[in-house]
């Protein structure tokens, strides 16, 4: 498929997991495609590398504006980078909380405002923002990461809103717990490690987790141009743990 040919893309968060799974199904679609990582070290061509950290505007405005002029402009923004905490409302303090709000949710801000100009040069403008189900769904021990991303579930609907007389479309798709490198962290923490794999397939009524590659389909969905009359969506990813109540197995 080559739908995206002709387009570009920007990709943050991109060197690893879901960012990375969403550059390379990008790249195999037709788009020239870009990554703004922490450490875009394992990135080689075609993908295009560049380091940032999103919790800093002059090295996010520095990596957006080399992008773009590599690239010849950016079609689509995918906000992707994110960091976690754990705990409750009670074990995280203040600075934890900056921290983790700066990285999920200023991170989005950040690139999406020196992303504007190009997106509105665009005639397929799409930014694609990666929120969670912990924005929709109450998951313990996960208060200041869910209020990151219930905060990034209300800002897709109000850049929606702001930029949809420009022609840019905005979306977020909320991933269930994903294979990644990310959850093989969390996982290598557990006391034990299959045990709390086990939980957290059992969590999900399809019995398993999902691969990065199943939301970078969704992201990329979202990006192209074949949804064009799609904005303000929320699309989850998840396995059915948002929406589904199923009864006990046998019960
Ligand atoms: N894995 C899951 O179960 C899951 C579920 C729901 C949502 N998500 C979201 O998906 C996104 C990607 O997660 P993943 O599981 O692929 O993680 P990952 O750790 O595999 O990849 C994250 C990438 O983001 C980069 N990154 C982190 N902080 C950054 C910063 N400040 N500036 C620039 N780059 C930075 C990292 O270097 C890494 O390459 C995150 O926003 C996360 O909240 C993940």
């Known amino acids: ?23 390379d ?8 495609v870009a ?3 922490l450490d875009p070290s394992t990135v080689s061509g075609p993908l295009r ?49 900056h921290r983790v709000l700066d990285v999920n949710v200023l991170g ?16 397929h403008a799409a930014v694609v923002n990666t929120c969670s189900i912990a924005a929709t769904a ?32 905005v979306n977020c798709v909320n991933p269930g717990t994903v294979d990644t490198p990310w959850v093989g962290r969390l996982l290598d923490r557990a006391a034990d490690p299959a045990a709390e794999r086990a939980a957290l397939e059992a969590r999900q009524p399809m019995g ?12 990329v969905y979202l990006a192209s141009p074949v949804a064009a009359g799609v904005t303000g969506t929320a699309l989850a990813v998840d396995g059915g743990m948002q929406g589904l109540r199923p009864r006990p197995e046998g019960r």
């Open 1 to 23: 498929m080559s739908d995206f040919s002709g387009l570009t893309a920007l990709v943050t968060g991109g060197a690893s997991g879901i960012g990375r799974a969403t550059a």
């Open 25 to 32: 199904l990008l790249l195999a679609r037709g788009a020239d």
């Open 35 to 37: 990554v703004l990582d």
């Open 49 to 97: 590398g560049y380091a940032a950290d999103v919790s800093d505007d002059a090295s996010v405005r520095s990596a957006v504006a080399g992008a773009a002029d590599a690239l010849g402009g950016i079609d689509i923004l995918v906000n992707n980078a994110g960091t976690g905490a754990t705990g409750t409302v009670e074990d995280n303090d203040d600075a934890e909380w």
């Open 108 to 123: 989005i801000v950040r690139t999406t405002r020196a992303a504007l100009p190009h997106l509105r040069a665009s005639a």
């Open 138 to 169: 109450g998951l313990p021990q996960r208060a200041l990461y869910s209020a990151s991303k219930g905060a990034v579930h209300a800002l897709t609907l109000a850049m929606a809103a702001d930029h949809v007389r420009e022609g840019i479309r």
């Open 208 to 219: 398993r987790l999902l691969s990065a590659d199943e939301v970078a389909a969704a992201i």
